[in-house]
């Protein structure tokens, strides 16, 4: 079949490489326009663009489906089939009935649950054991249209969203590929999505990485994870911001030995930092967690032992968010 493909992300580039290598005859792929990028902030193409270039595809980077160049762009490919990963525009009503054979997104969840931009990471943020990649066609409602095909996928206890996201992507691709086969043939049967079941998976912004101390070890180490490496988790230390790498929970490790205690049972406090040599711990509202690496503004990110020992702790030092 003719294939215009909608892409921008990393995540979006195994599902294009695998249409290159397949029957199927890409002639055209929709992706972002140049975003700025990196510490020099210079503008950058997006992964799914260069991959094309390479390719030799013809690529086009409307900054909205509805501009009528982007529309008649999409007419001159003439695609059967536009299949669509992590692309990241709206397409509008009057360009879903263009290919005969529909737009067929690439969604990393088991539909219908975590419809939306942020699956994955809320997948992780909720604590799904299973999560997976579907295959259905667009409609104008937010991912409700018909299941195309589906794979299933373990969550493991140390994913991050950047691990659960490459395995998923990976896969994926050829779902995607099978998918299409399928359609070509006429093997594919849509199955309508259930009407329970439905949760949303709305974009995780800046705010919504912050750590909350407040909140268990087991919440604080889901939050982390979930948000590495966008849009990277962080608190605030002695009012800068620093981005946090995943923790690990330490249960109820016994901290009497803690420095300062006359008690002999200290328990850190919600954010309390505790040093030894080779580790920092960090309270939390029920149980102390490992801190994995430390970014302050403007550096690199570093083991939490060597930030540590930079920035000098006091006791009982928290951090502040």
């Known amino acids: 079949m003719r294939v215009v493909y909608a892409g921008t992300p990393e995540a979006a580039v195994p599902g294009l490489r695998a249409l290159l290598d397949s029957a199927h005859e890409v002639v055209g792929v929709l992706t972002r326009p140049d975003a700025r990028a990196g510490r020099g902030r210079a503008l950058r193409p997006s992964p799914v663009r260069e991959l094309a270039e390479q390719a030799g595809v013809e690529v086009c980077t409307p900054r909205s489906l509805r501009e009528p160049d982007a529309g008649e762009q999409l007419r001159r490919w003439a695609p059967d089939v536009c299949p669509v990963v992590a692309y990241g525009l709206?397409?509008?009503?009057?360009?879903?009935?263009?290919?005969?054979?529909?737009?067929?997104?690439?969604?990393?969840?088991?539909?219908?649950?975590?419809?939306?931009?942020?699956?994955?990471?809320?997948?992780?943020?909720?604590?799904?054991?299973?999560?997976?990649?579907?295959?259905?066609?667009?409609?104008?409602?937010?991912?409700?249209?018909?299941?195309?095909?589906?794979?299933?996928?373990?969550?493991?206890?140390?994913?991050?969203?950047?691990?659960?996201?490459?395995?998923?992507?990976?896969?994926?691709?050829?779902?995607?590929?099978?998918?299409?086969?399928?359609?070509?043939t006429g093997a594919v049967v849509a199955e309508p999505q259930p009407g329970d079941g439905v949760s949303l998976a709305p974009k995780i912004e800046v705010a919504d990485a912050r750590v909350d101390w407040t909140a268990p070890a087991f919440a604080v180490d889901r939050r982390v994870r979930a948000c590495t490496p966008a849009p990277g988790a962080w608190t605030t230390w002695r009012g800068e911001r620093c981005k946090l790498g995943p923790v690990e929970p330490l249960g109820t490790r016994d901290m009497s030995d803690a420095p300062g205690t006359s008690d002999g049972a200290h328990v850190l406090a919600p954010g309390e930092l505790r040093v030894d040599r080779d580790e920092v711990a960090v309270g939390t509202a029920a149980g102390p967690v490992r801190l994995g690496t430390v970014q302050p503004p403007g550096k690199r990110p570093m083991a939490a032992a060597d930030w540590a020992r930079g920035v000098r702790p006091e006791q009982g030092e928290r951090f502040d968010g």
């Not at 969604?107 to 990471?121: C, K, T």
């Not at 104008?140 to 950047?162: I, N």
């Open 90 to 184: 709206l397409v509008p009503p009057e360009l879903l009935t263009v290919p005969p054979h529909g737009w067929v997104n690439l969604h990393f969840s088991l539909l219908p649950a975590w419809r939306g931009a942020a699956p994955v990471q809320h997948a992780l943020l909720a604590g799904d054991d299973v999560t997976g990649a579907v295959t259905f066609t667009l409609e104008e409602g937010l991912d409700t249209g018909p299941v195309l095909g589906r794979l299933t996928e373990r969550v493991r206890p140390r994913d991050t969203s950047g691990d659960l996201l490459e395995r998923l992507s990976t896969a994926g691709a050829q779902l995607l590929v099978a998918t299409l086969d399928g359609l070509e």
